[in-house]
């Protein structure tokens, strides 16, 4: 069995696979021990984002390069007869080569990606900004896109498929597809445009034209997600996003007036009231002592003089317990003050059949 010309080859394709993988592990084991030492020594965090990617993928692509040379080893020496054999052969050695390429374009996807969001993070750092949150994950399916589209080329070029004819095709297909997916494009020019121009970033607290408000959690190729405050999901159309009027509560910076209004009776001293309001404030560790807050005199109820409280915060986020606990402590204080919050009240005068019949 062992003087089998082919047998012997099938030894070798075997042996060629296992040195194959042993090359991947030692190509892992020196960018662990080699590499961590030249890391050390170099100040940019992006050398170590790329030998992350290469140590990744180093044992796979060498086993799959190992398998495509120890089949190329055994085709060749299969004869003619061997249809079969032939047969088997060429098709794995197809699907091979298919994995390598998606393989390699894996691997450059990822490296590109990493160099990316390294690039994104240095410009975060010195904007103060979290531009890597909302550009990076839209650029990264650009970028893998882009290229599996050119590993798919490669791929039919290697089979023999025109590239040239297979482009003029897709361009009248491409017409078609674009009048059958005007939202779809509209929405993804969309998030492009959002992207550059960012009116909202993800985390940014913004409200709706519909009057809904929430926090972005997601900018997607097509949609904007936003976290409401009933904790659901509200998915927003690109489109519909850069066309309406929104309130981003969190640009250009996460401060935030926070106000009351407050009735007092007529007669009641405002000066007082004024002095238990701005007390209130002063002593809340969540309010802003500068601009410092203050109270206006804002109209002449029917029952009351309206009084607003202005106040700020240093975050949107406390903005509602701000505002909720300063009424409670409002209530409280004009109740130990003697000042009244009037209710609104209506006169009715009551008449009799008979004076109506008279007048």
Known sequence: MFESKFFNQVIVTLL???????AGKLIKFLLNVFGKKILTKTKTTLDDKIIDVLRQNATL?????????????????STPE?????QILYYLQIAIFIIIVLA????????????????????????????????APLTNKIISIVIFLAGAMIILEHFGVSIGSLLVSLGVGSLAIALAAQ??????????????????????RIQLPSGETGDVTQIGLRSTHILNFDNNHVVVPNAE???????????PQQAIRAFVDVGVKYGTDISKARKILLELADNHPDLMKDPPPEVF?????????????????????KKWFVETLI???????????????????????MVSRDEVKTS
């Open 183 to 204: 939202d779809t494009l509209a929405n993804m020019i969309a998030g492009f445009v959002i992207m550059i121009d960012r009116p909202y970033r993800i985390g940014d």
């Open 82 to 86: 061997e249809f079969m054999l032939n």
């Open 241 to 251: 996003m850069i066309k309406s009027r929104l309130i981003n509560y969190s640009y």
């Open 61 to 77: 692509i060498c086993v799959i390069i190992g398998i495509y040379i120890g089949l190329e080893h055994v085709s060749k020496i």
């Open 104 to 135: 390699v374009a894996r691997l450059i996807s990822r490296l590109i990606e990493a160099t990316f969001v390294w690039y994104m993070d240095e410009v975060s750092l010195k904007t103060q900004s979290n531009i890597t949150a909302t550009i």
């Open 16 to 22: 060629i696979i296992i040195a194959s993988w042993i």
């Open 327 to 349: 009424r409670e402590q409002i209530y409280k204080a004009f109740s130990d003050a003697g000042i009244t919050i009037p209710l609104t009240q209506h006169v009715v005068h």
């Open 297 to 317: 005199l804002i109209d002449f109820g029917q029952s009351a003089v309206i009084l607003r409280l202005n106040m700020r915060t240093d975050d949107f986020k």
